[in-house]
């Protein structure tokens, strides 16, 4: 099973990510996204994945960090992926809620990460909270057609126009705990599903509450399997070649 999405560089898992990855593993997990969420943690999760190979880096910006100042710093950005290999563009986005920076700011931000996913032909880690329209239509204006919609939590018509753009759905614990978007995931295509935990947040409804981590995903893959009635073996097969297609791995 693949985690695809996930920021083991966080500073909750500095005291026991041994621990985090041994459990990691014994729960069948073989590859994690680790998602960098600004220049500093964009580097600690490179230098993970030189260390441990089934972390594979994605490196962003997220629309939370203050956007002025991070679209100075898209340099550092580039400089990583012009020396090492990653796996994804991201975190990065558009976050309207908590609206730490200007809208303008936010899209010239995200636009700038789209252009890094094109020059390196990998998919984008998005993230978009209050302003899923604005993103979809950046994408569309940018055209660019390869990524996924980390956390999913827009509506199934917004869903349908994201997969007509070529992009795939991620669900994480949200799915155990809320029947709108239950009710959403059981209408899509499954071949445009993957599965991920945004660890160490949004933790599924057997551990709210607590930190997130990448083994808590089973808890995820088996709610998946009872909405769809499915064999876990076949929906564990579909979900690997999904996040396989999607990351070229």
Known sequence: MIDTHCHLIDPQFKKDLDQ?????REA??????????????????????????????????????????????????????????????????????RDRSSRDAQRELFRLHIDCAKRNELPL???????????????????????????????LEQAKEILDLGFYLGFGGTLTFSRRIRGIFRQLPLDRIVLETDAPFLSPAGHRGRRNEPSYIIETFNTAALILDMPHEQLEEILDRNAGALFSS
């Not at 209050?130 to 939590?153: A, Q, W």
């Open 125 to 155: 880690l998005i993230h978009t909270r209050n302003s899923m329209d604005d993103t979809i239509r950046v994408l569309k204006h940018e055209d660019y057609h390869s990524g996924v919609f980390h956390c999913y939590s827009g509506t």
């Open 20 to 24: 985090v990855l041994s459990r990691a």
């Open 28 to 97: 069948g997990i073989t590859r994690i996204i680790n998602a960098g969420y600004d220049v500093k943690t964009s580097h600690y999760a490179v230098e993970m994945g030189r260390r441990t190979k089934w972390l594979l880096p994605a490196v962003g910006i997220h629309p939370n960090e203050a956007a002025d100042e991070s679209i100075q710093e898209m340099d550092a950005i580039e400089e990583i992926l012009g020396n090492d290999t990653v796996s994804a563009i991201g975190e990065t986005g558009l976050d309207y809620y």
